[in-house]
């Protein structure tokens, strides 16, 4: 049984009590070292072996993951965040059920979550937003032809926009053009989480050349919305005039 984990976006304690359990647990390792923090191997067996899927094509990959099966070991593969989110993990497990091989998959804390914890902020602000769209800019690899970022842009949601760090400039274009106002709030958390994160704030017009002055060319999130301001109505779930199902009734 091969193991896919969420490690988390960085602290090691952000790492589930079940993913820990089992990298703790593991024969062989295979991690994404370009992002994942090593401290989350820190509790591996001395005999464990590591590999780093970073210099590692998917063929590679299969390969140690049949090989420690055969030899009825245990194989652990460690996702930066939570696999489900740009995680190229669907490919692994079509290969894996292809070979008959068995797997299950723990969840993990995906960075967009870590980075509404260290904006301390909601997402979802009643009256303002109630959509979150997570997405990311065309750069190497295209996107589908109806998930322009322009045309995401005409809803208004929360938007997260991954691995696009390298893209300020055209990504605030893009969204401008899709009819963000221009002043519409932004935020830039660089390694969420971890010791050295950093936060950029600003608009569409200055963040590209805030997230410049700061250095930041990789491991970021861009998010942008209205969520970020301060104007919002107060949730119907906690207001004492509004009864809930099952829970609550409203004061009088
Ligand atoms: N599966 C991961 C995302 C992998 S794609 C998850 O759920 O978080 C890699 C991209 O995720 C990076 O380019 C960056 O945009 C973002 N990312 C990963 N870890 C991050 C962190 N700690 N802080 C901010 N962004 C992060």
Redesign the pocket.
Same mark, same amino acid.
């Given at each position: 049984m091969i193991s896919f984990i /969420?490690a988390g976006? $960085?602290d090691p304690e952000l790492l589930t009590i079940k993913g820990k359990r089992l990298i703790d647990e593991a024969d062989v390792i295979i991690y994404a070292g370009s992002?994942v923090n090593p401290e989350v191997l820190s509790g591996r067996k001395d005999t464990a072996i590591v590999h780093d899927s970073a210099y590692m094509h998917l063929d590679q990959v299969i390969e140690v993951m049949e090989q420690t099966e055969k030899e009825g070991k245990k194989c652990v593969r460690v996702? @930066? $965040?939570?696999?489900a989110? %740009? /995680?190229a993990h669907r490919e692994q497990m079509d290969r894996l059920d292809e070979l008959g091989i068995e797997y299950e998959v723990i969840p $993990?804390v995906?960075?967009?979550l =870590? @980075?509404a914890a260290a904006l301390r902020k909601e997402y979802t602000m009643p009256g303002k937003s109630q959509t979150v769209i997570l997405t990311r800019m065309e750069g190497r690899t295209p996107m589908p032809p109806k998930e322009k970022l322009k045309d995401l842009a005409s809803h208004h949601a929360t938007m997260i926009v991954?691995?696009s760090?390298g893209f300020m400039d055209e990504m605030s274009a893009q969204l401008i053009e899709g009819r963000y106002e221009p002043e519409t709030p932004v935020a830039v958390? %660089?390694? =969420?989480?971890?010791p050295d994160q950093k936060i950029v704030i600003g608009t569409l017009k200055d963040i590209a050349q805030k997230v410049k002055d700061a250095g930041i060319t990789? @491991? =970021?999130?861009t998010v942008v919305g209205d969520f970020l301001g301060d104007e919002y109505e107060l949730s119907k779930l906690y207001d004492k005039h509004f009864s809930t199902l099952e829970y609550r009734k409203a004061v009088e």
């Open positions: /969420g976006p $960085g992002l996702h @930066t $965040g939570d696999p989110i %740009y /995680g $993990g995906s960075s967009f =870590a @980075t991954f691995l760090i958390v %660089y390694k =969420a989480s971890w990789k @491991t =970021a999130l």
